[in-house]
């Protein structure tokens, strides 16, 4: 799911993906080098795909230190080492990961050699950084009252730093639904901020423009959140999270339905809080139907494929390798079944995914929801062509796309989720 549990081919981890988990110690080179003080970007070809760079060189109290950005992958300020600089040429490097840049300044722009675990590649870098356009992220002033709260999940420690967002109009004398909302997996901020993309503002902005209320969290000790435990917790950990949220709504006394709309992840949590009797309603976006190793060997092979590998992950094998021990999360995911939690879900629900989604195949997992929700009239299972994990509106749905998509949340999805809470 989402960014803990995407799976490529392991010669494209090695050669893009370690970016995002390398931890490296910063280094500085003592000469200046004005003519190559700033940031420089271009496109390094790997494979089918183009993956954007962007190298900052930056001059503080007499020594220029180098960061390496990945913004395809979400990956920002990666510490480098300047093993050579001069006015017209530098070395860059990246020990932990295996990763070299040399390049020397021809005609305005760094042209060199990127290099890790024996790829090689061209790679010319430009002055200046990629415009990020994100015409849906909200501007203040907003119409509409933003509450800065907290609430506490005493048995893991944790304290959520939330913003609870009031409908446009509210005075007080009204009821109206509210939506916690949950983000997918890894650690995130309350806008579910990702690629410079915040699709959890965007959701929430719209909602209250249209006379519903929202709650949206830091994830725990993320962001102005503290406390609880991170390295070791499951899924399992975080969903007492969203029911602490749950609880904290329903003290209010303030709204007529209290809700969960989960992304990913988040849409585990919400059946499994549905299962438990906590919410009016759910809104799963994205969620799994089928069991965690199902759904992250047809996340590998719809990746594999889409990149011109061999679509050829079993479950046997996904479960084999060594990361899924090494991961307590990754370990308690594969073996968790939503079979029963999603057959216990008594409150309507609205589940939802796109049909280029790479990471939670919606063929696969919708098909498995309608099955097994009890009947009502209320619950709506709906795939969205052209849409990706994130609901953007894309061309293959893979991660790789994500950053470079303008469109933060489809529109039509937007409409529909309003649609579904105001006629339930």
């Avoid at 003519?35 to 503080?60: P, Y």
């Avoid at 001069?86 to 990246?94: M, R």
């Avoid at 050699?113 to 992220?137: D, H, I, S, W, Y």
């Amino acid at each position: 799911m989402k960014k803990r549990t995407r799976q490529v081919a392991t010669d494209l981890k090695k050669m893009v993906l370690t970016f995002m988990l390398a931890a490296v110690a910063v280094a500085a080179a003592a000469q200046p080098a004005p003519a190559l003080l700033g940031s420089w970007s271009g496109k390094l070809n790997v494979g089918s795909m183009a993956l954007t760079l962007v190298l900052h060189l930056e001059q503080t109290d007499g020594q220029v230190k180098a960061v390496l950005d990945s913004p395809d992958q979400g990956a920002k300020g990666i510490a480098a080492y300047l093993d050579f600089l001069s006015d017209d040429s530098l070395a860059v490097k990246v020990q932990s990961i295996g990763m070299s840049y040399r390049a020397r300044l021809n005609d305005g722009k760094l042209d060199g050699t990127f290099e890790q675990n024996g790829f090689a590649a061209p790679l010319v870098l430009t002055k200046g950084v990629p415009e990020v356009k994100r015409p849906q992220t909200p501007q203040p002033p907003y119409p509409y009252t933003a509450e800065e709260v907290t609430f506490s999940n005493e048995a893991d420690g944790a304290t959520l730093a939330a913003t609870l967002t009031w409908p446009v109009g509210y005075d007080g004398s009204q009821k109206p639904a509210v939506v916690l909302l949950v983000s997918g997996s890894g650690q995130q901020n309350r806008d579910e901020e990702v690629f410079d993309h915040k699709p959890f503002l965007v959701i929430a902005d719209y909602l209250a423009r249209q006379g519903i209320a929202t709650l949206r969290y830091d994830d725990r000790a993320t962001g102005a959140s503290v406390g609880g435990e991170v390295k070791k917790a499951t899924t399992a950990d975080f969903m007492r999270d969203a029911a602490a949220g749950l609880d904290f709504l329903r003290a209010r006394g303030t709204f007529a339905k209290v809700g969960v709309l989960g992304h990913s992840e988040g849409g585990t949590i919400a059946f499994m809080l549905g299962a438990q009797g906590k919410p009016d309603f759910i809104i799963s976006l994205a969620g799994p139907g089928v069991k965690g190793d199902t759904v992250l060997a047809a996340q590998s092979n719809r990746i594999r494929s889409l990149s011109g590998l061999p679509a050829d992950m079993t479950v046997e094998k996904y479960r084999q390798q060594t990361v899924v021990s090494e991961m307590p999360w990754l370990a308690w995911f594969v073996d968790y079944d939503p079979s029963a939690d999603i057959r216990q879900t008594r409150c309507p629900v609205f589940a939802l995914g796109g049909d280029r989604d790479c990471q939670v195949i919606a063929s696969q997992n919708l098909s498995a929801i309608r099955q097994l929700l009890p009947p009502s009239d209320k619950n709506v299972v709906k795939e969205y062509p052209m849409l990706n994990h994130l609901f953007q509106h894309c061309q293959t749905g893979l991660p790789m796309e994500y950053s470079r998509i303008e469109e933060t949340f489809s529109p039509e999805v937007l409409g529909d989720i309003v649609e579904w809470i105001s006629g339930l």
